[in-house]
């Protein structure tokens, strides 16, 4: 059973700040998503990362896919209370479809 | 262009009853999926539709749910009799392609069971 641990679940942070949430697992994932979820609302897809090493940048998120594509990270630079929310990374083992998620990492912004 | 749309956004039912969720897809995914989420868990696969077959039902619980996709437009999910534990919120997606890339997620069916 491949699993994808997020970590942390909780992140609270002031205006300005750098954070970065990880996902790992011991298997390879042939892709991997990052997704944001507010509440009452279903998952947007942030970024698809494919290929070992890719970094992706979008304004101020930053998504790293490991070489051995088994983990990635989301960096966001000078955090600002509308990155409030929840923060989910998935991946996709065997390119047919079915997202294995992580937990979650809840993000909490204050100004 | 309109994205995935689910119905109804909140259900109450008592244990034993049936209830059926419906998803459209955003019109020409061939792709749809069924997640749910219970509290406390992270979101898992229930099942994938390619048009109108069903390509991997791995994640169904058991045989009180039952999913279909008429003419491989929109899809239902329907639970009887409900349990306790089918409590969570039940998310559809739909995809131009197989390989998990552009999902979109419609916003969610709450099933409450008591």
């Known amino acids: 059973t491949q699993l994808l641990e997020q970590s942390p679940q909780f992140l609270s942070i002031q205006e300005g700040e750098n954070l970065t949430v990880y996902c790992n697992s011991s298997?390879?994932?042939?892709?991997l998503q990052w997704y944001r979820q507010e509440p009452g609302e279903g998952p947007v897809l942030l970024v698809t990362?494919?290929?070992?090493?890719e970094v992706k940048k979008l304004k101020r998120l930053t998504f790293q896919f490991g070489d051995a594509r088994k983990d990635s990270s989301l960096h966001i630079t000078a955090a600002q209370t509308g990155d409030t929310g929840l923060y989910l990374c998935a991946g996709d083992y065997n390119q047919g479809g079915k997202l294995i998620f992580g937990q979650g990492t809840e993000l909490s912004v204050k100004p | 262009e309109a994205g995935v749309t689910q119905f109804p956004s909140h259900s109450v039912i008592e244990k034993g009853q049936t209830v059926t969720l419906r998803c459209d897809p955003i019109?020409?995914?061939?792709?749809l999926y069924w997640y749910r989420r219970v509290m406390g868990k992270e979101i898992k696969f229930l099942l994938h539709f390619v048009k109108e077959s069903k390509q991997d039902e791995s994640g169904m619980p058991n045989n009180r749910f039952l999913a279909e996709r008429t003419g491989g437009t929109y899809s239902t999910l329907k639970v009887q009799p409900a349990e306790l534990e089918d409590s969570g919120v039940y998310f559809c997606a739909s995809s131009p392609t197989p390989r998990g890339y552009g999902y979109t997620f419609g916003s969610g069916t709450r099933l409450t069971v008591v």
């Open positions: 019109s020409g995914h061939d792709n």
């Open positions: 990362v494919v290929t070992g090493g």
């Open positions: 298997s390879v994932f042939s892709s």
